[in-house]
């Protein structure tokens, strides 16, 4: 029996019944280590529920370093030290939005308050970044955003490759902030200085929603 089990929440989505018995059999046979742990493949679905989603933050896949990924883009087991460059870049964006940044990597409590740290593809073999790319995954993405456009919500679309995902959500209400990604090779190309953070809560405060706590302190 899977350790994967399907989120509750987004159950409904097609993917889970037509081609997730598939990938997961596919996931089960290989013989790689496969990151992050078969219960935390869908960590950042369980976290968020579609109504419960105000902020998408789009990632690729998780990271390939063991004991680095635990199910949501770009966070970290609490433990992990030092922190993923992209993930210290954007640490180093927070200070200087906000004055300051989460003590750790670990990400859970964003999710907790309705921030859906999504990669595009949720697994990925150990050592080998994009391994997992073209597994099948994309068919999730693509129905997760076809769910998250019938509201409007505050979109990080951090790189190339998050903003051609971007284009699939046409809500005329989203917040779209697109900059380059958070990684070393591209930070400065226009995501250092862009102040993701309090751009999002100025929006959801115009909306009436409470503002997220980025730093946790």
């Known amino acids: 029996m ?4 399907v989120p ?4 409904h989505l097609p993917f889970f019944a037509e081609t997730w018995p598939a990938l997961d059999a596919a996931l089960t046979a290989e013989t ?15 976290a968020c529920a579609p109504a419960d989603v105000r902020v998408l933050i789009l990632g690729q896949d998780p990271y390939p370093t063991p004991g680095h990924a635990h199910g949501l883009a ?10 993923p460059r992209s993930l210290r870049n954007i640490y180093a964006e927070m200070t200087e939005d906000l004055g300051q940044s989460p003590a750790t990597g670990d990400l859970r409590f964003w999710a907790d308050q309705g ?7 949720l697994t990925v073999p150990s ?41 699939r959500l046409t809500h005329p209400d989203h917040l779209r902030i697109e900059t380059a990604h958070p990684s070393p090779l591209s930070a400065r190309r226009g995501f250092f200085g862009s102040r993701p953070f309090s751009r ?18």
Request: charged share 20%.
């Open 74 to 83: 770009f966070s970290v087991a609490p433990e992990v030290a030092p922190l």
């Open 2 to 5: 899977s350790a994967r089990t």
């Open 115 to 121: 921030v859906l740290l999504l990669n595009t593809a």
């Open 200 to 217: 999002v809560n100025d929006w959801l405060k115009k909306q009436g929603d409470p503002a997220i706590d980025w730093t946790g302190r």
């Open 127 to 167: 050592g080998e970044a994009g391994g997992h790319l073209k597994l099948g995954w994309s068919g999730l993405t693509a129905e997760i955003l076809a769910e998250l456009d019938l509201a409007p919500r505050a979109l990080l679309l951090w790189g190339k490759p998050a903003q051609k995902l971007g284009t």
């Open 8 to 11: 509750a929440a987004w159950a």
């Open 32 to 46: 790689r280590e496969i990151l992050p742990p078969a219960p935390q493949t869908f960590a950042a679905l369980e």
